[in-house]
Every structure is written in C-alpha cells, then in structure tokens.
C-alpha cells in the first residue's frame, strides 16, 4: 500500500512539474525613451527586439506625463490605438494593453505615444514592457 501511495504522489509531482498550463508569463524589458519637456508625442522603434508579446504596458520610471493616446504597431501590420487619456508618473505602470493570448501573440515594431495638450511637463522617463510566455520570449525575428 505504501509503495503504491508513493508512485501515485511522485506520478502528481512529475506532471505537475513539467504541464506546460502551469508556465508563467513575464513583463520582458522591450525598450525605453525620455520624454523631453513640451514634447507632443514619442515614438519608440522596437523593430530589431526579438520575442513575441501578448501585450505590452508603459513603466514610468522618472517624472510624470499625461498621455493622450497609446499606438502599437506589429510586424504583420497591425495597429492597437488605445484611445484613453490617463496620467503616468514614477514609479506607476499602466495595465496590460492588448492583451491577447498565446496563438495570437505578435511582434512589436512600434509604440508611439501622444500626450495630452501642451506636452510633457517635465522630463521623463518611460520603459516599454512586453508579457511574453518562455516561448514567446525564444521566437527570434527573420533576418531582413
């Protein structure tokens, strides 16, 4: 009976430890931009980063801005317009967006931000980050 308990516990333990259901997704570092006093808007070229992203959300990591609207760009020719104006200041991030699921995971090429009337007001610092699954993060971009 012992035994049997015990091959039964280590059978549970084994699929557990390799059910690929129990991956985790992370936020990978996809790029950074300062953001100059009075600028209108940014644009953050991600078309060399490798990986492949169910969303990507905005990290301020110095100063403040109010941002008018968020576009994504991918490499197969989509766009996401996030059209919903919010504030962002250190150390704040935004909520995913775009979030989609692994088959429809993308390439970032671009993010461009607008900001609201006026421009920043001070200089700041933004990071771009994409939610990318272990595999995801493996997919390499073809060679142009």
């Not at 100059?36 to 403040?64: F, I, W």
């Not at 941002?67 to 995913?96: K, M, W």
Request: proline share 3%; charged share 25%; net charge neutral.
């Amino acid at each position: 009976m012992r035994g049997a308990l015990a091959l039964l516990l280590s059978c549970v333990l084994f699929a557990f430890a390799h059910a690929p259901a129990f991956a985790r997704d992370d936020w990978v570092r996809l790029g950074e931009i300062t953001v100059e006093p009075g600028a209108e808007q940014v644009l953050l070229d991600l078309s060399k980063v490798h990986g492949l992203s169910k969303a990507v959300r905005l990290d301020g990591v110095a100063g403040k801005v109010d941002i008018e609207r968020v576009t994504v760009s991918y490499a197969n020719g989509q766009a996401y317009y996030h059209d919903h104006a919010f504030s962002l200041a250190a150390p704040e991030r935004t909520r995913p967006i775009d979030k989609r699921e692994e088959p429809e995971a993308r390439f970032v090429d671009e993010v461009e931000i607008a900001f609201a009337k006026g421009g920043a007001k001070v200089a700041s610092r933004l990071v771009v980050l994409g939610l990318q699954s272990e595999v995801g993060a493996a997919v390499k971009r073809a060679a142009l």
